[in-house]
């Protein structure tokens, strides 16, 4: 009985963690879009994911707008969040670089953090699940019906991401912004559009991370910049850059904080996942999937 149940605890502790890892995997996911552009990482990422959990919950819980018009009405204007960063904080930038774009992301995390307490407060907000709070059992463990949404929603976009990488010709251009940005504005690709489409799409996607999530974990102000360091750890983890190593950093270190915090302690959960990162970077400093030259694009 007792090996059954530890079976069991450690199914639970998997699912919870494929669950978790799936979205630290989309925000960085979203980090690569924008450093496969620009070789900046955008530590705004995880306020995004934020502004996606607290929109949805203000216009599915306070103004009662249905789940099907709520989803994509907050998808838009966290969309619209990305875009207003890259023209007011990226754009001004007379002589951009790596750091100043850093820096200016920074200042725009705390800035929309701040905007978050100023209008939700600073309790936590709940969100109805997708499919309701009925459990599911599975070999002794128990499923929530929302983290099946979460791990779906997450090979939706890296479906989506790979057609539109792959067969539009905006992908194309995307792609071939990131490799050479001299080369494409010479032959006539607007390279400030391609950024812009960056942010765009990265909030877009954080902005589902928070959606789906809320209802499982809640969502208060503060949250987005922890999201935005494990999300960054998955990135360096997997390798910068590379989509399916963010995609594999994530949810590696999902696994490793539920597993952690389930076998050992609730109270290291965060140091389990980073102490995994240092040793895996003194190992290989490029991440798993990454190349010793880590290069600016990436197929999935």
Known sequence: MEQISFASQLLQYTITGITVGS???MVAIGFNIIYNVTEAINFAQGEFVMLGGLI???LQVTLNIPLVLSFPLTIVVV??????LDRLAIRPIREPSVLSMIIATIGAAFFIKGAAMFIWGKDPFDLPPFSGRNPIAFYGAVVQPQSLW???FLVAVVITLTLFFDRTILGKALRACAVNPNASSLVGMNVKYMILLSFAMSAAIGAVGGIVITPISLMEYDR???LAVKGFAACVLGGMG???GAIMGGLIIGLIESLGAGLISSGYKDAFALLVLL???FLKPSGLLGSVEISRIRKF
Do not use: D, K
């Open 224 to 226: 987005g910049a922890m």
């Open 150 to 152: 979460v791990v779906g």
């Open 56 to 58: 949805m919950v203000f």
């Open 79 to 84: 969309t619209v969040v990305g875009i207003l």
């Open 242 to 244: 590379s989509f399916p």
């Open 23 to 25: 979205i630290y995997a």
């Open 279 to 281: 040793f895996v970077l």
